[in-house]
Structure formats: structure tokens, C-alpha cells
């Protein structure tokens, strides 16, 4: 399967999406928060760094709980800046 290339705005997306769940996490460690969402510390990393910019929905929803996000807001924090 070959996938597609991320446009700018999905990479912009994705890096947004990084900084707010490593703003959530706050002084917790990644390996806490990661094992609290039964994802790996590493898969975490990617994410935070942009390095995943699509995650799986159900990865991001258990993220969003092991941080006490709403998923609401996380997506509307997510959303492109209009210019």
C-alpha cells in the first residue's frame, strides 16, 4: 500500500497536536503518560515531535484521557489557524 504524502497543512496539523499533549503532559514523565494510554513512550515521542502527524484515533483518545483532555477541545485546538 502506498500511502499518500502529507500536505503542509496536515503536518501543521500533526505538530500542533504534538505540542499541546507535551504542554498536557506538563512535569510527567512520557513513559507514564504513555504506559496510563497503553501506547508505547516511543510512539508518544513520535507524536509529540511531529514525527507522526496522523495518529490513530483510538491512540489519540487514549491519550486524551490518560491527560484529562476533551477530545472536543483537543480537536478544536488542532484546527488550522485561518489567515
Known amino acids: 500500500m502506498v ?3 502529507l ?3 496536515e503536518r501543521e496539523r500533526g ?3 504534538g ?3 507535551r504542554e498536557a503532559r506538563g512535569g510527567r514523565s512520557m513513559a507514564e503518560v504513555a504506559a496510563e494510554a497503553g501506547i508505547s513512550a516511543e510512539t508518544l515521542r513520535k507524536i ?3 514525527r507522526a502527524p496522523t495518529p490513530a ?3 489519540v483518545a487514549a491519550l486524551a484521557r490518560a491527560l484529562g483532555l476533551s477530545m472536543d477541545k483537543l480537536a ?3 484546527e ?3 489567515a
Open 19 to 21: 505540542r499541546l499533549l
Open 76 to 78: 478544536e485546538r488542532c
Open 7 to 9: 500536505t503542509p497543512e
Open 80 to 82: 488550522p489557524v485561518a
Open 57 to 59: 484515533f483510538f491512540t
Open 15 to 17: 505538530e500542533r497536536l
Open 48 to 50: 509529540e515531535t511531529g
Open 3 to 5: 500511502r499518500t504524502p
